[in-house]
């Protein structure tokens, strides 16, 4: 009965919910790449000498951080629609609707949340690195760009690396999430599938289990990242 | 720099209000259904992602009557009504009416309604007062009519809300929940299924319309008077011409619409 | 938008707080407790423990944490031995239910966190106390915990957070904390985002105070960036 659920043939729920899970991973991935990049700017400005520049960074993590993950997505994912057909019809006359696509609108949400908490972990990875380094850097003169690229991040990144997995971890399943706009990630897929079939274990438990294959491969990956960034340190145990 | 500003700010404007477009003169075309299709017998999706049941078939009969060309769009249930509002589709399947949510949407009329009743163990029995039900723990879905019914009118009980009536019904079966309040028709599909079996229908039918509002219709948005009109005509449409009937034996052994 | 909606939810909405810090404190607390169990065991000699400890946290961060609760609360309710056991007391209630998820979750990601604060003291520092003759207790107590503990807490204060909105999951197994009571009024009334823009409101709140309190800490674990008492600041020349 279960496995016939689940089969790619006709009746089996396979092929829906392997779509779902393909569309997670691409979500997941663009999302947690892309928030890299407003994470490391806010890391950087919330370390600048420029008052409104921490302020910024401030204002950007408590928010997005603080309100809950839903609200974030909702405001953007019908909040850009509205904007793009307000522009559209104040610019054209047109007043029909306009569909943003859902993919992008996920990502730009999920990855500013995500955003939002790399930056948190790549201020502290920038701070353990020890200021003295960085003065004896100066003091040999070397440019800006050779001390963050040689000194700061290789020693900030091995600091940053649980924490950026932990991020991932979030953002992977913060993805369940877009479901909202109508976008059949994996989560979206096996609730349906539950509410039809009234199997809601044996859905839950597969969509469990697909999470947990990413989240397997990708600790896999990061566990390399880690030895390789902790090379040519030794580990001394108290 | 500052003209922009103002510019953008007054973009804000129609964003915040969240309205995509006036009152329309004519209707849309297609006009596009917004359905869950994960709520069966009513709609729900087949493995091969086509929405179908009791829902779709009026739909297309309202449409077919109305001779306008309808297309649904499948959108999770937290999601749906703000995809009405921001102009997803035009029209929300299934939305019970009530006073209160018609500050939020316009309803059409009903297209079902049936009364509601009270689910429990075979062998148990309460007596089904205020002072019977002291301390039985009733499950209903959360916002449903029910609930503000058990809320006011059966106080000394104790009531859990869910957001799915599967979830009411699991938590029966674990005996955390000794009733579950829902609509006769739902329920019906419950005990029919080969898990309802130890169950029965319990006490009388409830119909107090301070509650229980008129029915479950469609969803519009505020103002477009010219749809709401038309899928009402058509309802009465289908009504008039016996397709009702015949969509409604299609999906359950009793009529469905009430009087 | 209907703004007089987003404040007339708010006194509804506020009844919900008290059970959301409770479901939030309660599992935090119980969460770092079994996270340092955690570390612990992973760290230890025993290769069983280990990855005993590893497994777990494989599991409890790989799912997602609405399955787990799930799974917690419908799927054991499901087996009649589980019924019939002392375990029912507990797990029948949805609120320990909650606690219990939560505290699960959480522990599996602070170990997380607590082991790379351990991992970034540096292994010259260990070497040293061990050379002025420290013992290990002590080296812990005065070396490595201080250290980690500032490492560790900025990534410490993004799971609170993560926790204080996670609690309102709470809400899919009946409880009436801020977002269930939320769900509950946007299903009467369809008022979406209003009802979400006050209750987010709400958590922001709640937020702050966790971010402040995670800035007077970290300010504590730095004496360092402290002023000294009695100098005067030097103005730049």
Known sequence: MTLTLLSFGPGGWGSTLLIGALMTIAVAVTSFAFGLVPGALAAMASRSPHAWLRALALVYTTLVRGIPELLVIYLFFFGTSSMIMAIVRLSFGYGGYIEVNAFAIGVLSVGLISGAYSAEVIRGAIASVPKGQVEAAMALGLKRWVIVSRILFPQALRVALPGLNNVWQTTLKDTSLISVTGLAEIMRSANMAAGVTHEPFTFYLVAALIYLLFTWGSARLFARAEIFSGRGLKEARP | MARSWIISLALMVPLLGLTPAAAQESLPDPVRIGIEGAYPPFNFVDTNGEVQGFDVDIMNAICAAEKIRCEFVIQDWDGIIPGLQVGKYDVIIGLGITEERKKAVDFTDKYWATGNRFVGRKDKEWDYTPEGLDGVVIGVQGGAWQEAYVKAELPQSVMRSYQTLEQAYLDMEAGRVDLVFSDTVLLFDFLNSDRGKDYEFKGPEYDDPKYFGTGVGMGIRKGENLLRDTISSGIRKVRESGEYKKINEKYFPFDIYGE | ?237
């Open chain 3, 1 to 237: 938008m209907n703004f007089q909606m987003i404040l007339e939810s708010f006194p509804t909405l506020l009844e919900g707080v008290r059970l959301t810090l409770e479901l939030a404190l309660l599992s935090v607390s119980t969460g770092l407790v079994l996270a340092i169990g955690l570390t612990v065991a992973r760290q230890s000699r025993f290769v069983a423990l280990q990855l005993l400890a590893k497994g777990y946290v494989f599991v409890f961060r790989g799912t997602p944490l609405l399955v787990q609760l799930f799974l917690l609360y419908y799927g054991l309710s499901q087996f009649d031995a589980v019924r019939a056991s002392i375990f029912w007391v507990v797990l029948r209630d949805p609120f320990w239910c909650s606690t219990i998820a939560l505290a699960l979750n959480t522990a599996a990601y602070v170990s997380e966190i607590i082991r790379g604060g351990v991992l970034s003291v540096p292994s010259g520092h260990i070497e040293a106390a061990h050379a002025v003759g420290m013992s290990r207790l002590t080296i812990m107590r005065r070396v490595v915990i201080p250290v980690a503990a500032r490492q560790a807490l900025p990534a410490y204060g993004n799971e609170l957070i993560l926790m204080i909105k996670a609690t309102s999951l709470a809400s899919t197994v009946t409880l009436l904390e801020v977002t269930g009571i939320a769900r509950q009024i946007i299903s009467r009334t369809y008022a979406v985002f209003e009802v979400f823009i006050a209750a987010g409101v709400i958590y922001l709140l709640i937020n702050m105070v966790a971010v402040v309190a995670v800035h007077v800490a970290d300010a504590w674990l730095h004496p360092e960036r402290r002023r000294p008492p009695n100098t005067m600041p030097v103005r730049n020349a």
